[in-house]
């Protein structure tokens, strides 16, 4: 049982940065793939990355690919996504997720964040 929960999200201008953190709880944090998904109004669910259990692989979409880096502290049980020159087309709610797979989809989500909004402004 993991219990993950979002923050960092906000409004920043396009070219700026932010990083998001997950927080989570259970002691089984480290054996899982830890992913970053983002949703738009009105477009399906995206993937973003993805860090395999020790941090030694990452996976990355080719939108966000050179941008964004994600990582993870086993030990403070926290992943993070820096994202560095965001876009307007960034903008949207982005949810972390505890996955049983290293792969760019869901199917192997167990556990999803409630989401936090990012919001790039033109």
């Known amino acids: 049982q993991v219990q993950l929960v979002e923050s960092g999200g906000g409004l920043v201008q396009a070219g700026g940065s932010l990083r998001l953190s997950c927080a989570a709880s259970?002691?089984?944090?480290?054996?899982?793939?830890m992913d970053w998904f983002r949703q738009a109004p009105g477009k399906e669910r995206e993937f973003v990355a993805a860090?395999?259990?020790?941090?030694?692989?990452?996976l990355y979409a080719d939108s966000v690919k050179g941008r964004f880096t994600i990582s993870r502290d086993n030990a403070k049980n926290t992943v993070y996504l820096r994202m560095n020159s965001l876009k307007p087309e960034d903008t949207a709610v982005y949810y972390c997720?505890?996955?049983?797979?290293?792969?760019?989809?869901?199917?192997?989500?167990?556990?999803w964040g409630q989401g936090t909004q990012v919001t790039v402004s033109s």
């Open positions: 860090v395999s259990w020790s941090g030694a692989s990452t």
């Open positions: 997720a505890a996955a049983t797979s290293f792969n760019r989809g869901w199917t192997g989500v167990a556990y």
């Open positions: 259970g002691r089984t944090f480290s054996g899982y793939v």
